[in-house]
């Protein structure tokens, strides 16, 4: 092919037209097209598939067998150079990126300027699309190389359908595995859940990928099985999820840890022990409870935004006077509460009876459905109802359980401000908060840890004879080892 040649070439507008080879590079032509002005001559590369040449009446594509040079780049700046034959399929550059970057070939979006790649065309076809400037003779594709977002969601949904296999699941975690820190929040919660999934190759799996993508200083990462711990559904499989990440020595684990127990310790109930709502008709009640309820609760010094911090045992109580609930019925409905408060609920029984009971919180029914039987029914219907909500115990005390589990696990590795914050919750008013510090604690003195030791001594001359007893019992095996 020379200056001069005259080709067949496919136009702009994809019909085939009759041009004349005017210029000539090493691997370029510029071409005029014959019945249209110098205006529209162009510069097309040689092993671009738009040339042609008619040769006794059959069209023959004229491409070059020849390397092309690939810049490969990513969002950070990061670049990678290689060459490839021209005719080569983008399937094939997609395994060179899997091979160079760790980037699965399923997960990749290849981009030249603003077009994706197709897995199937040669790479010869973008070629036109990013070019260097004329005085350049080697032709370099640059390619932006991208995790597509579409793709990943795609194998997260697979990897949660219950008809996934465990091949599928497998080859799908081994994959994720391989992004790193590229993985989103929602690989790692997805993939954390599947630490404590039943079947022993998938549990292990899920434990080699969450280390690798949720790694030292992945705060989004981390705040997302944070999160999660207040899902008790998930909470086990999150517990183990960030033991694998903060026994490493993660501080924004650690002290993300220390801010729930801090949020714990610094909480203020704000309001009465006991709240009464009163209902004139059942009317009332199946229509207007919940605001009712809410606003009985923020008159009594209840922060809104926090009410679903607490549970509160709720108590149907009726008016003694006229027809009351036979006894028959009366002792299969009631449910008894250990730590019920019995003082303004004691003085509201001289005049009424106990009906129905049970815990709730702010999002649970407050009536039994047994109530939607006839007998029921009929007596809660024609009666003044008072309702009586006493506080029994605030939710975050099982996450602070958990992230105690956590520390505790941290802390038997020796570490330091790990060990400080499980010690301080020695002082904690939950006697189940409280008695978890003394479980882990004890579990690092029984180690000989002379850090731990140190906490639980400090404490033995505190004021509170509470706090006093837990750091003995974490000293307990010490103190007899020592004697």
Not at 64 to 89: F, P, S, V, Y
Not at 240 to 250: C, H
Not at 334 to 358: D, G, P
Not at 431 to 457: C, P, R
Request: charged fraction near 25%.
């Amino acid at each position: 092919m020379c200056k001069g040649q005259e080709i067949s070439i496919t136009g702009a507008s994809g019909a085939l037209r009759t041009g004349k080879i005017v210029e000539q590079l090493e691997d370029q032509v510029k071409v005029h097209y014959q019945g249209f002005p110098d205006a529209c001559d162009e510069w097309v590369s040689l092993s671009s598939d738009r040339i042609k040449s008619e040769v006794n009446g059959v069209e023959q594509i004229c491409k070059t067998q020849h390397q092309i040079k690939i810049c490969l780049r990513d969002l950070a700046g990061k670049e990678q150079h290689l060459q490839m034959w021209a005719g080569n399929e983008v399937m094939a550059l997609k395994e060179e990126v899997s091979r160079l970057w760790k980037i699965p070939s399923s997960f990749q979006r290849l981009l030249v300027g603003e077009t994706t790649l197709e897995n199937m065309q040669a790479l010869s076809g973008y070629i036109d699309l990013c070019l260097n400037d004329h005085s350049d003779s080697a032709e370099v594709l640059l390619v932006m190389v991208l995790v597509c977002v579409d793709s990943v969601n795609a194998a997260l949904m697979k990897l949660q359908d219950n008809h996934c296999s465990e091949k599928e699941a497998l080859e799908i975690l081994s994959n994720l595995g391989t992004l790193e820190k590229r993985a989103g929040s929602d690989v790692v919660k997805t993939v954390a859940v599947l630490v404590e999934d039943r079947r022993p190759s998938i549990r292990q799996a899920a434990i080699k990928t969450i280390v690798k993508i949720a790694r030292r200083g992945d705060t989004d990462a981390i705040s997302a099985l944070s999160e999660a711990l207040k899902e008790p559904s998930k909470r086990d499989a999150m517990v183990t999820s960030l033991k694998l990440i903060a026994e490493v020595g993660d501080e924004d684990a650690i002290f993300l840890m220390i801010s729930y127990l801090q949020s714990h310790s610094e909480r203020e109930l704000g309001g009465q022990a006991e709240t009464v709502v009163e209902f004139n008709s059942e009317e009332s009640y199946r229509h207007r409870r919940d605001q009712k309820i809410i606003q009985a609760l923020q008159d009594a010094g209840y922060d809104l935004e926090r009410l679903e911090d607490y549970t509160f045992t709720a108590s149907l109580l009726s008016h003694k006077s006229g027809g009351m609930i036979p006894g028959s019925i009366l002792p299969q409905c009631v449910t008894s509460c250990s730590n019920y408060q019995m003082t303004s609920l004691a003085r509201l029984q001289l005049h009424k009876e106990i009906f129905w009971q049970s815990e709730w919180s702010i999002g649970k029914p407050a009536l039994d459905p047994r109530l939607q039987n006839t007998e029921w029914y009929r007596l809660f219907r024609h009666q003044h109802v008072t309702l009586c909500l006493s506080f029994l115990t605030e939710n975050n005390v099982e996450i602070c359980l958990a992230v105690l589990d956590v520390l505790g696990h941290v802390a038997g590795k020796g570490n330091q401000v790990a060990i400080a914050a499980v010690a301080s919750c020695l002082e904690d008013d939950s006697d189940d908060v409280q008695w978890k510090a003394v479980e882990q604690l004890a579990l690092v003195i029984a180690a000989g840890d002379h850090y731990s030791i140190m906490h639980a001594e400090k404490r033995l001359i505190h004021e509170d004879r509470r706090v006093r007893w837990a750091a003995q019992e974490a000293l307990g095996q010490f103190i007899e080892k020592s004697t």
